[in-house]
Nanobody, 118 residues
Framework: QVQLAESGGGLVQAGGSLRLSCVVS????????LAWFRQAPGKEREFVAN??????TYGDAVKGRLAISRDNDRNTVYLQMNVLKHGDTALYYC?????????????WGPGTQVTVFS
């Protein structure tokens, strides 16, 4: 069973940066696509970014400010967050899907909280 554990969240001033990490275990890391989602209080879960073995995609709200990457030797996926805004405040989740023609995000971590203050 795939297990995901996020870390790196915290309190940051607007305009600052954070890097989130998600360590994956329980399955060959190279067989997985990984993604970040977020959920703010009172809002639906929102797609942030995903990454396969060769490419990545981003949600419109974060393009140009956030970057997803993966380290296949460390079984870790990262989310570099720059120029943070108050609207980035949310619980950030890491998700995994078996690589294939479609990606079914069936595995989730417990989340890490990011709070941006002015």
């Amino acid at each position: 069973q795939v297990q995901l554990a996020e870390s790196g969240g915290g309190l940051v001033q607007a305009g600052g940066s954070l890097r989130l990490s998600c360590v994956v275990s329980g399955r060959s890391f190279r067989s997985l696509a990984l993604a970040w989602f977020r959920q703010a209080p009172g809002k639906e879960r929102e797609f942030v970014a995903n990454i396969g073995l060769t490419g990545s995609t981003y949600g419109d709200a974060v393009k140009g400010r956030l970057a997803i990457s993966r380290d296949n030797d460390r079984n870790t996926v990262y989310l570099q967050m720059n120029v943070l805004k108050h609207g980035d405040t949310a619980l950030y989740y890491c998700a995994g899907a078996v690589l294939g023609s479609t990606w079914d995000w069936g595995c989730w971590g417990p989340g890490t909280q990011v709070t941006v203050f002015s």
